[in-house]
């Protein structure tokens, strides 16, 4: 983090809490109690009103008199933006993300323990994928262009250059969106795919990329109507996924489900995830095309 973040973070935080300690600060930013002392001189020097209260409980602090008011959030606000900084903080960790959190959690004199919990796995994919994010949100900042290999799903391997624009995650998948200086045009690449990833100089960001911007995610995938025959113990499956009119009850034990897919093998791995708990009923030809998927699965064990 710059000074100039550090400082404004700093003074922040302490127009909504009382007193904070050097120690505090330290640990928040990661740098000296000898580097908040710094800072704190700095923003005397600015004019800004910051006082030390010695003793055990002591620390810094703001004269009243340059504090805001705080009615601009209600405390349920401020819950609820929690709630959803510490979701996004389980997806991608970063020293901003804690930063923010610290600054929100002081905006409110009471204690916030939310009545909402996201969780999300921890997996270790997810895990090692965020260097790649917190590269690659750089690069979007700074306008890093950015070079790596690809892996379409076919497994061929292509060399990229590319002006990154955007960072999207869409069902727990992180894409990146930008310019291939290859294909001259916007593409969308999956993070799994990218290996490799470097930068790669620099590059002045386009004026035409906001038009363009949902073209690709537009042109992902053709939906077809599904209509499945599924068993009890998936429905709430399906209701968390497409809601509650999407099923129909059958008898006690099965249900009809209405649903929208891509007709693509993504789709097909879903299905198949649930085993003999899910039976197509039509459309025909996207039958013919699962089944021709399950075989080509059966033989890898013939």
């Known amino acids: 983090m710059k000074k100039i973040e550090r400082l404004i973070s700093i003074v922040m935080i302490l127009l909504q809490k009382e007193v904070v300690s050097a120690s505090e600060f330290s640990r928040l930013f990661?740098?000296?109690?000898?580097?908040?002392?710094?800072?704190?001189?700095?923003?005397?020097?600015?004019?800004?009103?910051?006082?030390?209260?010695?003793?055990?409980?002591?620390?810094?602090?703001?004269?009243?008199?340059?504090?805001?008011?705080?009615?601009?959030?209600?405390?349920?606000?401020?819950?609820?933006?929690?709630?959803?900084?510490?979701?996004?903080?389980?997806?991608?960790?970063?020293h901003e993300v804690q930063t923010t959190i610290q600054k929100i959690k002081g905006m409110s004199i009471a204690d916030i323990s939310p009545k909402l919990d996201l969780t999300f796995y921890n997996w270790v994919g997810r895990s090692q994928i965020k260097e790649d994010l917190l590269l690659i949100k750089q690069a979007i900042e700074k306008h890093w262009l950015l070079k790596f290999e690809y892996v379409d799903q076919l497994g061929n391997i292509t060399y990229r250059v590319v002006e990154p624009y955007k960072l999207h995650l869409s069902e727990m998948h992180w894409y990146l969106y930008g310019y291939s200086l290859e294909r001259e045009d916007y593409r969308t690449f999956k993070l799994t795919r990218i290996t490799n990833i470097q930068k790669d100089?620099?590059?002045?960001?386009?004026?035409?990329?906001?038009?363009?911007?949902?073209?690709?995610?537009?042109?992902?995938q053709r939906l077809v109507k599904v209509q499945l025959l599924i068993d009890v113990a998936v429905r709430d499956q399906f209701i968390?996924?497409?809601?509650?009119?999407?099923?129909?009850?059958?008898?006690?034990?099965?249900?009809?489900?209405?649903?929208?897919?891509?007709?693509?093998?993504?789709?097909?791995?879903?299905?198949?995830?649930?085993?003999?708990?899910?039976?197509?009923?039509?459309?025909?030809?996207?039958?013919?095309?699962?089944?021709?998927?399950?075989?080509?699965?059966?033989?890898?064990?013939?």
Do not use: C, W
């Not at 209260?53 to 609820?80: Q, S, W």
């Open 30 to 94: 990661n740098v000296t109690r000898r580097t908040i002392q710094r800072d704190m001189e700095t923003l005397s020097y600015a004019n800004i009103p910051i006082y030390a209260e010695y003793g055990a409980e002591g620390g810094y602090a703001l004269m009243e008199e340059y504090k805001f008011d705080k009615r601009l959030l209600t405390h349920k606000d401020i819950e609820n933006i929690l709630v959803a900084l510490g979701g996004f903080e389980q997806l991608i960790t970063n």
């Open 201 to 220: 100089g620099f590059y002045v960001p386009r004026s035409d990329k906001i038009m363009v911007e949902k073209k690709q995610h537009n042109e992902q």
């Open 240 to 302: 968390e996924r497409y809601g509650k009119k999407s099923v129909s009850k059958m008898n006690t034990k099965e249900y009809y489900a209405t649903i929208e897919l891509p007709d693509n093998q993504f789709s097909y791995q879903f299905l198949a995830g649930f085993g003999n708990k899910v039976k197509i009923l039509k459309p025909e030809t996207f039958i013919t095309k699962y089944l021709n998927f399950l075989e080509e699965t059966v033989k890898l064990y013939k």
